[in-house]
């Protein structure tokens, strides 16, 4: 008897089919509304650009972004590699505090140091770009810090007492050997911190440095131009994609170092003296990054709350968490549920629905104001076309706005639990089936639960980046409503440090907590792995 | 040429029936025709130099991997074009491949999902006693030991009470001393629940230890599949012959030559023969000797040594020997 049925073809699979098509349709088109008008260019507004701001704002972007990502790598490597090679007194406390940064935004620390140093300086002479660099260097080597340290710990023993053997020194092993293994790490690290540069329009606002994002937002709410400022948005999606490509070609040849029974790096015991020193570098980048700025804020606050100060046009503290609670934890809802959803129908299912699961994440390649020009756009197409009841408007909504929250932020869900997923053994998957598992129970009683550390990662650094989210929050939230981050906004374009405080402390105090459930969950996670 | 020494049948359907199983993978075709038929309560083991297509032929059988051609009965009902959740064919994997989220009675109940909850328990907790573990119920996986972790896979694919249970290379990844161990732990916990099941290894030994009958494969056919002691004395190809053990090949009067397994030959001093190698086996040496014109031979002898490599040697056969295949 001949049979040629695959028994491996299951009913499920038009689903997940339809599943990958839907999500990333939707994820994807405010980035695609964008690439049209592109097709389009009004050359009126290009010559009007090129003329005036344009080529100054390039010049000041790519200066910026070359001097953040190289402090960042700078301090990011060099801490990861202390704390990852070496054992001293408070390593470990040393070693996860160093992220903690990560839960200050820039523009929180830069109106504290803007602060502190015009007391100094002198106002003029403190908006500076290399002044801003700094700061963003502050708040984003974290992201360098977090990858090069995984990369180092994942370093095999045998490959550094085999450089050893070769007459390698210390330096020698971290010049020759840890660090060019730990490229690719350190360069994902890098191009979030690009990002996260190209995206920022607080902190570059603070310091007076016209950059290609600034210029959207400027023309957003100066001119009201939607037309020239989607033009600049073009601008800036090309640079973020110049990055994505570096990023690409810097991350080749990306493979794991370690073998599967090899131990781990082992870490050099610092003698006293070199102990002291160790600690002395750690603790005065944590004073700088994370001391003075928790300092300055728990200081004001408690001035302006005495004062009765800590309320603005919308209301009190009270108004602008419960609106950022709704805001961002919806828009982190919607996220996790179709992150995993999207997650789970591509995993194992080839290579082209990988290809447009990878669509799905535009978004995070795309600097935010450009991210919400193109929702705007996108979903002004739709209230245009009158498919929402009478009334109903999807611009200016809260709908609309976690709806470009989400298209922003739908890669940090998916690819977290997607690379956890493909961790998952094929064993275990097929032994599910085996005992009889259709793809719904496999799916909800063996592939999530297995990927769970994954997932709450996922949810963590989600959650600091939702917080913390202005320009998408400024353009597109509802009239009236006012979150953490916008409040900050406010008071700091009008120079009010003490009343951007309290909200500021409110926010940095939600990420310290979601940082250290994201620590947590990547260490168990590591741990589950192997 | 495939020899299938048909399971004894008392009028009773085969736990598993497979016929002219074909599957072509990369231009290449892993499995050729396989036939396999398992009784009740048997434990076939599948050996065969790695890249033969035992795992395949697994695969195939538990339905996770598509049979280009041939067809696969479980108990009598065949089951080629089922899909493997619905199968029912128990399946352990070398990692075993245990669900580390779940507790050990957990994970052994998975297969279960079907039953009531109470009968669920009940037969989680009767089969957590017949592999000893009742005790360790509430553990996770990686609190066991990898003895202990196996029992449990085996465990959880015995709980639904398959037709069949595939182990593929089972013991694999654990230590010598321990695998001897498990695999004895592992034939009388299936003798115990009466299960069939097909076990494959790349270890001869195992397979001629553990089986009620060994398949060996190679090329993606099966060679010969009958009881352990006629595919080591009665090989049916000169394949299966050499996989199995080394061998002497003696010149017969008929003109052919005489297939003498080690144990079945004599090596004294003195004479046309050359010592090559000497190995300690332990309870035994080993001689490899070699006349004028080139012809090897290998004999086991008793714990003295009386020859050392060089020394001048003679060969006899202590045993008939069968014919060459």
């Known amino acids: ?530 | 040429m495939s020899t299938v020494d048909a399971a004894p049948s008392a009028g009773v359907a085969p736990a598993l029936q497979a016929f002219g199983i074909r599957r072509r993978l990369g231009g290449r075709d892993v499995l050729d025709g396989v036939d396999l038929a398992v009784a009740p309560g048997e434990l076939v083991t599948l050996v065969g130099p790695s890249g033969c297509g035992k795992s395949t032929l697994l695969r195939v059988l538990a339905g996770l991997e598509p049979a280009d051609a041939g067809s696969v009965a479980l108990s009598g009902r065949d089951v080629t074009t089922v899909p493997a959740e619905q199968r029912r064919v128990g399946l352990v994997f070398q990692d075993n491949a245990l669900f580390g989220h779940l507790r050990v009675a957990r994970n052994v109940a998975f297969g279960l999902h079907h039953l009531p909850r109470a009968e669920r328990g009940a037969r989680t907790e009767a089969m957590l006693d017949v592999v000893k573990l009742g005790h360790l119920a509430r553990r996770y996986p990686h609190q066991l030991s990898g003895g202990e972790q196996q029992r449990v896979a085996l465990a959880r694919a015995l709980a639904p009470q398959p037709s069949v249970v595939l182990l593929d290379e089972p013991f694999g990844a654990l230590d010598e001393v321990l695998r001897e161990e498990i695999g004895w732990e592992v034939k009388s916990i299936l003798a115990r629940s009466g299960t069939a099941a097909v076990l494959v290894t790349h270890d001869r030994h195992e397979a001629l230890s553990l089986g009620d009958r060994v398949a060996v494969m190679d090329h993606g056919r099966i060679l010969q599949c009958a009881p352990p002691r006629t595919v080591y004395e009665h090989p049916s190809s000169r394949f299966v012959a050499d996989f199995l053990a080394v061998s002497s090949y003696v010149p017969s009067a008929s003109g052919g030559s005489t297939m003498l397994r080690p144990h079945q030959m004599r090596v004294s001093p003195g004479g046309p023969w050359t010592v090559r190698r000497v190995e300690f086996l332990g309870a035994s040496h080993r001689y490899t000797v070699q006349s004028a014109d080139g012809t090897t031979a290998v004999a086991d002898l008793g714990p003295d040594e009386p020859l050392s490599v060089g020394d001048a040697c003679d060969v006899s056969p202590v045993a008939p020997g069968v014919a060459s295949p």
């Not at chain 1, 060099?78 to 523009?107: E, K, M, N, Q, T």
């Not at chain 1, 020239?228 to 990306?254: F, I, M, Q």
């Not at chain 1, 003075?292 to 005495?306: D, K, M, N, Q």
Request: aromatic share 6%; hydrophobic share 60%.
């Open chain 1, 1 to 530: 008897m001949f049979a040629h049925a695959d028994p491996r073809v299951r009913p499920g699979s038009l689903i997940a089919w339809i599943v990958i098509a839907g999500t990333v349709a939707l994820v994807a088109s405010p980035v695609a509304v964008l690439a049209w008008s592109l097709a389009d260019p009004s050359t009126e507004v290009w010559a009007e650009l090129w003329r005036t701001r344009l080529p100054s704002m390039i010049v000041e972007t790519v200066v910026l972004v070359a001097a953040v990502v190289a402090g960042s790598v700078a301090l990011g490597a060099s801490l990861a590699w202390l704390v990852a090679a070496h054992d001293f007194a408070g390593r470990r406390a040393i070693g996860w505090l160093l992220v903690a940064p990560l839960a200050i935004p820039g523009y929180v620390g830069g109106f504290v140091w803007l602060d502190a140093l015009s007391d100094v300086v002198g106002a003029r002479g403190v908006r500076s770009l290399w002044l801003c660099a700094l700061v963003l260097v502050l708040s984003l080597y974290p992201y360098v810090y977090l990858f090069a340290r995984a990369a180092f710990a994942d370093q095999g023993a045998d490959t550094v007492a085999a450089a050893r053997s070769l007459g390698a020194g210390p330096l020698g092993v971290f010049l020759r050997v840890a660090l060019p293994a730990a490229r690719p790490a350190i360069a994902a690290g890098a191009a979030l911190v690009a990002m996260e540069v190209l995206t920022d329009i607080g902190t570059v606002r603070l310091f007076n440095v016209s950059t290609l994002a600034d210029g959207v937002m400027r023309t957003w709410f100066g001119t009201g131009d939607a037309g020239a400022a989607s033009e600049l948005a073009t601008a800036l999606t090309g640079a973020a994609l110049l990055l994505v490509a570096a990023d690409r070609l810097l991350r080749r040849g990306a493979r794991r170092s370690r073998g599967a029974s090899e131990a781990t790096m082992p870490r050099r015991r610092l003698s006293p003296a070199e102990s002291a020193v160790a600690l002395a570098v750690s603790l005065g980048v944590l004073t700088v990054a994370l001391g003075v700025p928790l300092a300055r804020l728990v200081g004001w606050s408690a001035e302006t709350i005495r004062a009765g100060r800590a309320v603005t046009v919308s209301g009190g503290i009270a108004h602008h968490v419960a609106s950022t609670v709704v805001l961002a934890g919806s828009a982190a809802v919607v996220c996790m549920a179709s992150g995993a959803l999207l997650a789970l129908a591509v995993a194992r299912r080839g290579r082209i629905a990988h290809a447009l699961g990878r669509v799905s994440t535009v978004g995070y390649a795309m600097p935010g104001p450009v991210v919400a020009v193109g929702a705007v756009v996108a979903l002004a197409a739709v209230d245009r076309r009158g498919w929402l009841p009478d009334g109903y408007f999807l611009v200016g909504s809260a709908a609309g706005l976690v709806f470009a929250l989400v298209v922003r932020f739908f890669a940090v869900s998916y690819q977290g639990v997607e690379a956890s997923l493909e961790k998952v053994a094929p064993t275990m998957l097929e032994s599910a089936r085996v005992l009889g598992a259709g793809r719904v129970r496999t799916a909800v009683a063996i592939e999530l639960p297995s990927a769970r550390y994954g997932v709450l990662a996922a949810a963590a650094l989600l959650s600091v980046d939702l917080v913390k989210e202005l320009p998408i929050t400024l353009l597109l939230r509802p009239f009236g409503i006012d979150t953490l981050s916008t409040w900050v906004w406010q008071a700091t374009s009008e120079s009010l440090w003490a009343q951007a405080a309290v909200p500021s402390l409110v926010m940095v105090a939600t990420g310290m907590v979601a940082v250290g459930v994201l620590l947590v969950a990547l260490e168990r996670g590591a741990e589950v792995v192997s």
